[in-house]
């Protein structure tokens, strides 16, 4: 049997129009999954998966919330540089099931960058849970401030949880009891251990 030049010429248009039909299709795809350069996924131990945005050295969640609505709450670090951090998930409950949250620190560390790590978590457990929370000391101010209470780990229970926030020997979150600890070994790694817990109370961890 002889091949016509026209099905020659038909057979080229059919397979030009298939080939660019496929790469069309491969750049669409290609192009609903990139991000831009500032974004990145990072997979969580949950089995999710997150993306985050950085915009002048924030890092930004995007979240889906329970009400179906989309969020971006904002980090102070890149949350793969805090793998190292230990932290102990029991606290995601605890802190999830309060009926009253107290972020206590020591009344002798009370400067701009405790705040900092302070209100670092203050902002995602009000998406976890949104109940009242109150700034206190760990123990007795000298002189005593009567505005602010004093509520350690001892006061610490399922319906008030304590949060402390200290600077000791090492970076962690942990539990004593129903106690959250936050520990770092300076005013910015306790930003830090903030930081891990924070991205744990909405996911990410």
């Excluded at 929370?133 to 209470?149: L, R, S």
């Excluded at 891990?196 to 996911?203: D, F, K, M, P, T």
């Amino acid at each position: 049997m002889r091949i016509k030049a026209a099905d020659i010429v038909t057979f080229a248009v059919i397979f030009v129009l298939v080939i660019g039909l496929g790469g069309m299709a491969s750049y669409k795809s290609d192009k609903d999954t990139q991000l831009p350069d500032n974004s990145f996924i990072i997979e969580s131990g949950n089995g999710g998966q997150y993306r985050i945005d950085e915009y002048d050295g924030q890092f930004y969640a995007f979240l889906k919330l329970s009400n179906g609505a989309d969020y971006y709450l904002a980090f102070r670090s890149d949350p793969r540089e805090l793998d190292s951090i230990d932290i102990d998930l029991d606290a995601i409950e605890i802190i999830a099931s309060a009926n009253k949250i107290y972020t206590s620190v020591n009344p002798e560390d009370t400067g701009g960058k405790v705040a900092v790590a302070v209100l670092e978590l203050d902002r995602a457990i009000s998406l976890l849970n949104p109940v009242k929370i109150t700034e206190a000391f760990y123990k007795e101010a000298v002189p005593e401030d009567p505005n602010v209470p004093v509520k350690g780990c001892k006061d610490s229970n399922s319906d008030q949880v304590i949060i402390e926030f200290r600077i000791d020997s090492q970076e962690s979150v942990y539990v004593e009891e129903k106690c959250v600890i936050v520990e770092g070994t300076s005013s910015n790694s306790l930003i830090k251990a903030s930081t891990r817990l924070g991205y744990a109370l909405v996911g990410i961890y």
